[in-house]
């Protein structure tokens, strides 16, 4: 039995201040007809051009993902992909009045409960997943991410990090709904103080701050944490949206050690190769 495509059930709005630029926006996520896919609208600029959220309109992985289609340029995405594709939203409109959506409090949690305050609706079209049904490996130096047959959406990650208070991290879990609500998407992104200053020449992490970003020093948090392994589940988070990029929902077992948004992105790539 075929399971049909969602979209939202209404319209909801956010207002806040990018991460990484620290402009004021306003974002409206609208429900879409099926085969729409999630599409980014700048509202701003002339003729209110239009990005799909796909691989092929990725331009840059550094530090966050950014898709560009034209005059349509979007950054630091993938906190509002990972909320739509953990509660299985096929289908939305984002509006957007400048590039960045807003960081909120730094995980994908608002952006959860603005698709919860919205109602997700069926449409009649059946929904068309991607069926790993090989494997894809993507390594560079002591990273990677893979990609196997797995019935079901399973994503196992391991973080190691050599301050004192992060170590090794490990965290498994059949991404449903649910899971994703209570274990993933309240967790937030790390920075660290000695590279604040570097982050900052790049024009990076302007809207950033000790509550939507948790900061460490060389021995200590700066920052309070959600729960002890926050790191490795908001590299999680980070996977859902990235892998999302392939435009439709994955049936597969995602298994990470240190993976990057640069990592993510080559293997939605190696992936497309095989349904292309």
């Given amino acids: ?43 701003d600029l002339p003729g209110q051009p239009s990005v799909q959220a796909h691989l092929s309109k990725v331009t840059n ?22 909320a739509l594709n953990g509660l299985q939203v096929d289908n939305c409109i984002v509006e957007m009045d ?27 079209e059946p929904r068309q997943e991607i069926v790993i049904q090989k494997q894809h490996l993507i390594q560079e130096d002591d ?15 391991t973080s190691i990090n050599p301050h004192p208070l992060l170590g090794v991290q490990f965290f498994d879990a059949e991404i449903t709904p649910d899971e994703y609500i209570k274990e993933i998407a309240y967790a937030r992104t790390i920075a660290f103080t000695e590279e604040l ?14 509550e939507n970003t948790i900061v ?17 589940r908001h590299k999680v988070l980070d996977v859902i949206g990235d892998i999302s990029l392939l435009g439709r929902p994955v049936r597969g077992h995602i298994i990470a050690v240190k993976s990057s948004h640069k990592l993510n992105n080559l293997l939605t790539h190696d992936i497309f190769k095989e349904i292309g």
């Fill in 216 to 232: 460490y020093d060389k021995t200590t948090c700066l920052s309070k944490v959600r729960s002890a392994d926050e790191l490795v």
């Fill in 61 to 82: 992985t550094m530090r966050a993902t950014t898709l560009e289609d034209g005059e349509a340029k979007v950054f630091t995405v993938e906190h509002v992909l990972s």
């Fill in 98 to 124: 400048s590039a960045e959506p807003p960081v909120a409090d730094g995980s994908s949690l608002n952006f959860v409960e603005l698709i919860q305050k919205a109602g997700i609706q069926s449409l009649k």
């Fill in 197 to 210: 200053e570097m982050i900052r020449k790049l024009g990076l992490g302007k809207g950033g701050n000790l």
């Fill in 143 to 157: 990273k990677f991410i893979a990609a196997i047959p797995y019935d079901g959406f399973r994503i196992t990650f």
């Fill in 1 to 43: 039995m075929s399971i049909a495509q969602t979209t939202l059930a209404d319209s909801v709005s956010y207002s806040g201040i990018g991460l990484h630029a620290a402009q004021e926006v306003h974002m409206i996520m609208r429900p879409a007809p099926a085969n729409t896919g999630i599409v980014f609208i700048r509202t």
